[in-house]
T-cell receptor
Framework: GAVVSQHPSRVICKSGTSVKIECRSL??????MFWYRQFPKQSLMLMAT?????????EQGVEKDKFLINHASLTLSTLTVTSAHPEDSSFYIC??????????????FGPGTRLTVL | DQQVKQNSPSLSVQEGRISILNCDYT??????FLWYKKYPAEGPTFLIS?????DKNEDGRFTVFLNKSAKHLSLHIVPSQPGDSAVYFC????????????FGTGTRLQVFP
């Protein structure tokens, strides 16, 4: 089956530093990847849609300059949390849409990255 | 505002019996709904979906029911198995012809022997 990996799975950083999270589709190509954030006891909230070769589309209320997204290839999207603060501590999860897929069912999720900002 | 709600954070069911997970939504324009299953340390995996033009979709032990007038859907698992123990997320397609999803908060199902 389709596999999406995320790296790192867990990261702890100091306030003010930047953290990069990678999302890779291992056995399929993805023109579109999605980045979600989940706070404790809350639902996955879509942050942005990452399109290969073009700018990401951010959801309302998500700061573009704080959450930098780069989708440089058909198998890799990165999310960089710049100047991280404790309130950015959350679970970040990506999904990738299989290029061959025709609908919403063909989104595959990564295992997530737990970010803790001290 | 939470547009997709799963009001039961947890559910415990005996093996062999039926598990019923519920989901409510507020936007009558939602036209496609999905259920995802998530094990610890893994990403959600797609389970079953239903279009708003249907009221039922069945796949093996899993059946999803949609009641549009009540803006309510449910996932039935029968018979429940210990391997079904996981967190189940209900999701709605945010806009037609897109992949953008709005998720509920999840229900943790535990199936005990």
């Amino acid at each position: 089956g389709a596999v999406v990996s995320q790296h790192p799975s867990r990261v702890i950083c100091k306030s003010g530093t930047s953290v990069k999270i990678e999302c890779r589709s291992l056995d399929f190509q993805a023109t579109t990847m999605f980045w979600y954030r989940q706070f404790p006891k809350q639902s996955l909230m879509l942050m942005a849609t990452s399109n290969e070769g073009s700018k990401a589309t951010y959801e309302q209320g998500v700061e573009k300059d704080k959450f930098l997204i780069n989708h440089a290839s058909l198998t890799l999207s990165t999310l960089t949390v710049t100047s991280a603060h404790p309130e950015d501590s959350s679970f970040y999860i990506c999904s990738a849409r299989d290029l061959r897929g025709a609908g919403t069912d063909t989104q595959y999720f990564g295992p997530g990255t737990r970010l803790t900002v001290l | 505002d939470q547009q997709v709600k799963q009001n039961s954070p947890s559910l415990s069911v005996q093996e062999g019996r039926i598990s019923i997970l519920n989901c409510d939504y507020t936007n009558s324009m939602f036209d496609y709904f999905l259920w995802y299953k998530k094990y610890p340390a893994e990403g959600p995996t797609f389970l079953i979906s239903i279009s708003s033009i249907k009221d039922k979709n069945e796949d093996g032990r899993f059946t999803v029911f949609l009641n549009k007038s009540a803006k309510h859907l449910s996932l039935h698992i029968v018979p429940s198995q210990p391997g079904d123990s996981a967190v189940y997320f209900c999701a709605a397609r945010a806009e037609p012809n897109t992949d953008k999803l709005i998720f509920g908060t999840g229900t943790r199902l535990q199936v005990f022997p």
